[in-house]
């Protein structure tokens, strides 16, 4: 009798300490994603969106077991697009949750991008930058652990550029003609003055950049100097609130919607439909198309919206190009996942270990049909040398109710562009004191 309570009390400390290694041993097989998201301001309409789609997309992994049995793990922190905020954001999430490692930041912001590369570099955790950030990341040997996945800023005016030579009858036919750029007030509306200059030189049209503070409200000046200029082409690099009121502006100063080319940040629906008539017409890249018809976003509506599960406030965008660049996103995230296991164990990993799987990327059309996301995602290939990996993009136009592709893929003129990348990272080098890694020997 006197023993009793000894032995209840080793029994109830060896349940205990039994369930702190099993919530132990169960954090220790989650991998986590810090989200510095935005769902308010003038910008909530892609920060919703992209990140309803990533977090759909990490449901639905987990839904089917994890990566290897590993599961997925999430949480955000609001930047409302502000740059100090996004910086709090990316410090107070790097270290990981409850046990579980950080993989990669993926901001959505080129301003947060650029604030944050220097620390997520010195972390060693991936900044993922999907069709945007800095061009020059591109050179892996300077920039370890950022990735301009899929479309970098200088391939994407590049590409608009080859198109507009296609409709005019050919690349000679630029000559002389008039192209206009609208661009947002910000760096990442900056970010491609400079290709833009060199490209005009190149091709021999006459380029006109204008300017539209931030977020993009005012633009009647802009508008009336389109209307004096008549240029052939007006390209837009807007963000947010901004293309609805230029799409708006064109109408009334008279200027096509068809003759107007929004760039990848100018390709949504939430950038036409607050325009109505207006933007009946209007021509965008993408790089991904809209629609429900993939096999994977089936397997998202079954698995995680139709069961209660899903991110987006409003179901009606599921499907939507915000939307679906997020479940993009998160393909390719959680591929850099996988493939970094089979180098590293199939376990939870750390930042630079995942750094490995995305600079190894290869999904050709084999994977992404296995993915359910062939014509969803384009085949990439990365190495260290190239850490945007595709160049790529297709052209839609606005019918006045949903977005028709009307071109097959258009190709960036990336050996064009190589040198001048090249020359940037150098530079960038050179500021920092970084040594260049040697990718040919990098494996």
Known sequence: MTHRKPLRRLALGLALLTAGLSAGVQAANEQYFPLQSYRVGPYAAG???FFGGFIDYLQYVNAKGGVNGVKLTWSECETEYVVEKGVECYERLKGGLNGAPAAATNPLSVGIAYATLDRST????????INHGRTDSTDGSVFPYVFPLQLNPYSEVSAIINYIGQREGGADKLKGKKIAVLYHGSPYGKETNGVLESLAKNAGFELTLLEVPHPGNEQQSQWLNIRRLK???VILRGWGVMNPVALKSAQKVGYPADHIIGNIWSNSEEDVVPAGAAAK???SITTHPSGTDFPVLQGIKQNVVDAGKGNLADPKRFGTVYYNLGVVNGILNVEALRLAQEKYGNKPLTGEQVRWGFEHLNLDDARLQALGAKGLVQPLKLSCADHEGGGAVRFQQWDG?????ISDWVQADRALLRPIIEASAAQYAKEKGITPRNCSQEQ
């Open 47 to 49: 920060g919703t969106g």
């Open 122 to 129: 010195a972390d060693k955790l991936p900044l993922i930058t």
């Open 231 to 233: 240029p052939d082409w």
């Open 281 to 283: 017409g209007f021509i």
């Open 401 to 405: 109710q949903r977005w028709n592709l």
